[in-house]
């Protein structure tokens, strides 16, 4: 192979690597949208925000009606001896109840427990019709608070695991571009190392200064073989890395170009990232779970809740148009329940033409604690996770510190490479001048020149790794900022 020819090869490797390249910004923003691991990120997030939704539905009016229908045929039984006839009638039996939207869980009933119509003799009816609320008061937070804690948390989670795979995904694809880079530098590398093997041997051959079968050329032949192996061990590594490029991204490799500078400012957020900011909610949690079980006295079979006071009330009236009578009856009743005793009362009032007749009922319960022992225990074992939940606080505090720390010194670290490579870039170019210089006096050889452009060349490659590292870097700095 001819000199000329061999850096025709090299020269239309390092065209090809960038004729066909396509913006930075190009290649994130059609992947997210053909990826399916992007797909997935979406379609579990949201997934994740409908399950949370559900949880968290506003309470509404809840509507309940119910009812029967009978009807009774004409028939003949007997009573003591006497038959009697029992005629054609028809009843409803409606109900209908409201439980409105509020704390007291406040419920309306309308109810008649019949409304009688007589479809064959006089056609009489009757009904009895009755009307009821209720309400409940709470004396103190029986907890509503520690599902808001819960669910801020899991808001939190939700959106920062988002955004992280988001960046994690970003930083993926500029990592498989870093991989195909060096993969391309290397492959030049080995064009270069290919031709200056093979102008050993043939310069061996046309100078015929050691013997075809002598050791040394046989040397020179061995080297040409590795120095083709390796080209080949890269294409390999070349042709996988671009596969899965292509599942990566939904896009063939092309090159790249136009790469965003990184903006690599740290944040200065005097709370914490989310996970401090998570790690105190937790904190929060602790300390409402503890606040809870403290003001938690009264037990139940659902467990402990605050002392309530249910107030109800009712209105009613029965009407048969036979007798062209009406009867009333009101009721009014109350019940406490507190830590050690529960009581209730009610009063009653029927009406009707001929008298008033009042009824009063008091209740009341009373019960010995023989829980405080496992009371006690409960409450040491919230004030040991509040002390736990604190130390976790205050160790992401610390952690937050050590990850901005250590970004502080990768950034430094990613400046001092780039001074550095400015230098050496600028080395690089002076020493192409130098030699296009001796080149023109004879001083140094063509291949000596070739080198020196093929250096330039090679250092736009260290350019858009450098470039890309400093990318995956600024992500690093984001994900710390959420």
Do not use: C
């Amino acid at each position: 192979m001819s000199k000329k020819r061999a850096l025709a090869i090299i020269a239309t490797l390092v065209v090809s690597f960038s004729l066909f390249s396509i913006p930075l910004d190009q290649i994130v923003q059609e992947a997210k949208q053909n990826s399916t691991t992007i797909k997935k990120i979406n379609l579990a997030k949201s997934s994740s925000e409908i399950s949370l939704t559900q949880k968290d539905l506003p309470k509404e009016l809840g509507i309940s009606v119910s009812g029967d229908v009978v009807y009774v045929g004409e028939s003949e039984i007997e009573r003591m001896g006497v038959p009697v006839v029992l005629p054609h009638n028809i009843s409803v039996s409606p109900s209908v109840s409201l439980r409105f939207p509020n704390d007291g869980n406040t419920s309306l009933s309308f109810s008649a427990k019949s409304i009688t119509k007589d479809l064959v003799s006089d056609g009489s009816w009757s009904a009895d019709p009755q009307i009821g609320v209720s309400h409940t008061f709470k004396f103190g937070d029986s907890g509503d608070a520690l599902d808001d804690l819960s669910l801020s948390k899991q808001r939190i989670e939700i959106e920062l695991n988002y955004q992280k795979q988001i960046l994690n995904f970003e930083s993926s694809i500029y990592g498989k571009i870093i991989e195909l880079l060096n993969l391309e530098k290397t492959l030049l590398n080995n064009e270069k190392d290919i031709y200056v093997a093979k102008t050993k041997v043939e310069d061996s051959k046309i100078l015929k200064d050691i013997s075809f079968e002598s050791a040394s050329f046989k040397s020179l032949e061995l080297d040409l073989a590795r120095k083709e192996s390796a080209k080949n061990s890269t294409l390999q590594k070349i042709a996988l890395v671009q596969s899965q490029y292509e599942q990566l991204t939904g896009h063939l490799w092309q090159g790249v170009e136009d790469i965003t500078k990184a903006s690599l400012k740290l944040p200065s957020l005097k709370g914490g990232d989310s996970s401090v900011i998570l790690a105190s909610i937790d904190l929060e949690y602790a300390k409402e779970q503890l606040e809870v079980q403290k003001r938690a006295t009264v037990r139940t079979q659902a467990g402990l809740t605050v002392p309530t006071l249910t107030v109800q009330g009712s209105a009613g009236l029965n009407y048969a148009s036979s007798s062209d009578k009406v009867s009333y009856s009101v009721g009014t009743s109350a019940s406490y329940s507190g830590k050690d005793f529960g009581t209730s009362a009610s009063v009653g009032l029927s009406i009707n033409d001929e008298r008033v007749v009042p009824t009063v009922t008091i209740g009341g319960s009373w019960s010995k604690n023989t829980t405080g022992t496992s009371d006690y225990l409960t409450l040491q074992n919230l004030e040991n996770r509040v002390t736990l939940a604190n130390i976790d606080y205050q160790q992401a505090l610390i952690d937050y510190q050590m990850k901005l720390n250590s970004l502080a010194s990768e950034v430094l670290d990613y400046e001092v490479s780039l001074n550095q490579f400015e230098q050496i870039v600028e080395i690089t170019k002076q020493n192409l001048e130098t030699t296009k210089e001796a080149f023109e006096l004879g001083l140094v050889t063509e291949t000596d020149l070739n080198n020196a452009l093929l250096e330039v060349e090679l250092l736009k490659f260290d350019k858009d790794v450098l470039e890309l590292n400093g990318l995956i870097l600024e992500n690093k700095i984001k994900e710390l900022s959420l």
